[in-house]
Structure formats: C-alpha cells, structure tokens
C-alpha cells in the first residue's frame, strides 16, 4: 500500500482496540457537566469530541501529539540549508505520532510530487467565476471541481466494506494535499498577477514549491512558508474549520467535500479570515495617522478609538487560550532573525506591547493576548505579498493537514456519524419548571 500508509493502517488498528476496550469498560463514566449557557454560547468548554492529532492548552498552547511548537522547530527535518521544519514532517507527526527522520520526510515530499496534478477541467471551473470573487471563493471552488477525481466516492459507489472507509480516505486526503499549493498558486496569479501562471518545480518541498509557483524565489520566503504551513496545521477539533470537516466527513462524505466544508467556515472573519483584517486594520491606523512608523502613544489611542465605536482589536483574543499564541511568538521570533528593522513588523511588536495593558484596564477580557493573526500579515508584506485577501487561503492550505490527517483518523477509528441533540427555547423553559426532561433524549 505505500510505506505511509501501511504504518497508518497499523497505528489505527492498535488505536482502534485500545479505544473499544476505553468504551466497553468506561463507557457509562461521565466527563464534565453540561451548563445551560453553554448550549446558547457557542458550547465553550463542552467536551463533545475526539482529535487524536493536537491539543490545546489554555496555558501552554497548542502541542501536536505532545509537541511544542519550539521543539517542532528543534526537531523535525528541514530543508537543505534550512532552518524551518519542513510541514511534511509535522504531517508525518499527525497521522502517525511520531517525529520522522529526513528519509520518512522525503517520501512525503516525493509522494506529493508525485500526486500533485490538477485536471484542467480544475482550472475552467476557477476561470469561470469573476475576478472580483474572494480568492477563499476560488480556492473552494478549485477544491469541489477536483472532487471528480475522489477515491473515496468511487469506491463507495461500488459498494466499498467499511474496513476500507479508511484506506480511500486516505489516499483521497494525500492526492488533496499534494493539489492544493498548485490551486493556490494559480488563484493567485489569476488574481493578483495578470493570470500569468508559473509551472510548479519538480525538485522543490511542498511549501517552497507553493512559494515558488506564487512568484516568490527569495529563500527566506521559502523559509516562511515552510514555518507558516507547519504552525497554521491543526489547532485541536473545536475550532470552526477542523469540527466542520470532521462533522461533514462523519456523513462519509469524501475528503473533497469535507475540506471544502471546513475551509468554507475558515472564509468567516470570527476564524481564518481574521488575519487579513489585522492587516487591514494596521494600514487603516497608519493612513489615518498619516505615518508608517505610529508611537506606541499613538497605537494606544488608536486602540482605545477601536474599542470606543464598538469594535474589536482584530489578532487579540482566543477562545481557549490564555497566554500569547505560541504560534504568534514563532513568527516574531522569525520576524526578529530576516526583518528586525522592517517598520510594519515594529509595529506589529509596539501593537502587542500597548494592546493588552488596554484590554486588561477593561476588566471583562479573560484573554488580552495577541493570536497567531496578530503577526503572520506583517510577514508577508515584508516580502511583497500585499493582498491580504489571499493570506486566509494560505491558512486553508496549512490548516488541510491537520483536518484531513484527522479525518483519516476518524474513519480508522470508526468514528459514526455525528448528530448531537438540540432542544428548544420553549423546552428549556419547561424543564427549568420541572416539566420536561429534556436533556434524557
């Protein structure tokens, strides 16, 4: 089957037993209380899922299977010459828990390589839609007409044993992977380049390739994206994105589908669509300012004129997390290394030092912190990539390793189709008399 997927197919067996044991013998244990808020909150802390490849700790932030994003730096293979670790590891790192060495790393990157062609019925599907649509709008499209080429719906039309849901799945999820960076890159140049198009280069990973098909060949920028795709992969099972995805594909809907579904939520501006309205928000204080340069006096006063008509101070705030992003310090770290004097990165680092002070004075933030949005677009601008409509389809590329390294996962473990029960209004008001039991449905 391919040396991947064998490994796959014999950590989901044993996990697959282990969790059927877990069941059979604590099934009826209870995990935490449900509080009534929580159903009409967006269910904030429920715990309602299973995410074998990440978790997300309010005080330590996110580790991938038990990793730190600075020991992911340290530890997974780079590229030659390299400082950044290459995201075919950290995919390598999801599916199968473990940290790769170069040689399991090169199969990945060649495996791609070889997987990488997009049919050009792919490419009229994304011409015929106006360039005025979101790229988000072109990069989902791209991903439906590609769906043609599903494993996974074809074998399940032929009547497909559900053992082998997993097996499809999975080679859907790799041809997908592989795909994604030449969609981006041809929405891009569509958009933004005069629909001049790069052909992609058969020699380079996948991120530099990605990279290099945009039109960017300087090597930080390579760099960059090599970092970007690693820390922008998986975020736990909660967020919008990764529990889309999840719950579309317990439907068996195929991997097409569901990362379409998932990245469809990353397109709202409360997910992935944040981190361009950070740098929008940043260019709108510096026009209104009239410098490139604000004080740290003038960040402050701006925030607080943000914060007075109501709005939010995009980049700052997790739902979960309460420290500074780890994957916000990464970048700064990286800013600090290939940019330190590069004004709009300065002032990403004035932003965070005079935003939570105004947000704690507040009272009411339980997160005053910068997030990973807070910092990815100063970034990008600094090596000329200025149209941060398209920075959330770079997060939609990094964020398919996580959800479909994850939907392999379901469907090895067997995972049913997801269908939580809802009440009414009308109901909750009927059981608070003690009229109604309706949390026994």
């Not at 044991?21 to 244990?29: C, L, M, P, S, V």
């Not at 995990?31 to 005080?59: F, H, N, P, W």
């Not at 975020?235 to 195929?254: F, I, K, M, P, R």
């Not at 807070?374 to 939609?396: D, I, K, M, N, R």
């Amino acid at each position: 089957m391919g040396v991947l997927k064998d490994r796959f197919k014999e950590k989901g067996d044993v996990a697959a037993a282990e969790i059927k044991d877990i069941i059979a013998r604590h099934g009826n244990q209870s995990i935490g209380e449900v509080k009534l808020a929580q159903i009409y909150q967006g269910m904030r802390g429920m715990t309602g899922l299973v995410t074998e490849t990440s978790l997300l700790d309010a005080k330590e932030g996110i580790r991938f299977r038990g990793y730190s994003i600075p020991e992911l730096r340290e530890k997974l293979p780079k590229a030659n010459g390299g400082t950044e670790p290459l995201p075919e590891g950290l995919f390598h790192l999801l599916l199968i828990g473990e940290l790769p060495n170069n040689d399991e790393v090169n199969h990945i990157t060649s495996t791609w390589q070889r997987r990488s062609h997009v049919p050009n019925h792919v490419f009229a599907t994304i011409d015929a839609l106006p360039m005025t649509a979101h790229p988000m709008t072109m990069f989902v499209t791209g991903v439906m007409a590609l769906q043609t080429e599903s494993n996974f719906a074809k074998q399940y039309a032929q009547g497909m044993s559900k053992k082998d849901h997993w097996a499809a799945v999975f080679d859907d999820s790799m041809d997908l992977i592989a795909r994604l960076p030449r969609i981006a890159a041809y929405v891009y140049r569509r958009k933004y380049k005069n629909n001049e198009h790069i052909n992609p280069n058969g020699l380079l990973d996948w991120a530099g390739n990605l990279a290099h098909m945009m039109g960017f060949e300087d090597d930080s920028f390579k760099e960059l994206m090599r970092l970007y795709m690693t820390i922008h992969s998986d975020h736990e099972g909660g967020n919008v994105s990764a529990h889309t995805t999840h719950l579309v594909g317990s439907a068996l809907s195929d991997p097409y589908l569901s990362y379409a579904a998932g990245m469809n939520g990353l397109a709202g501006p409360l997910h992935g669509l944040a981190n361009q309205e950070v740098i929008k928000w940043i260019f709108e204080m510096q026009e209104e300012l009239n410098t490139k340069t604000p004080s740290k006096e003038q960040i402050g006063d701006y925030v607080r004129k943000t914060l007075k008509e109501g709005k939010v101070v995009p980049g700052y705030g997790h739902a979960v997390l309460r420290k500074t992003d780890p994957r916000f310090t990464a970048q700064m770290e990286f800013g600090k290394k290939h940019m330190p004097d590069d004004p709009l990165v300065q002032t990403v680092w004035n932003i965070y030092e005079a935003v939570p002070p105004i947000l704690q004075s507040l009272g009411k933030i339980k997160n005053p912190w910068p997030n990973v949005d807070a910092h990815s677009g100063a970034l990008l601008v600094h090596y000329g990539l200025v149209e941060y409509e398209f920075y959330t389809v770079l997060f939609a590329v990094s964020r398919a390793l996580g959800v479909l390294a994850s939907l392999c996962w379901d469907r090895a473990l067997g995972f049913p189709l997801e269908r939580p029960k809802s009440v009414t209004t009308e109901s909750v008001k009927l059981w608070l008399e003690g009229k109604d039991e309706i949390w026994e449905g």
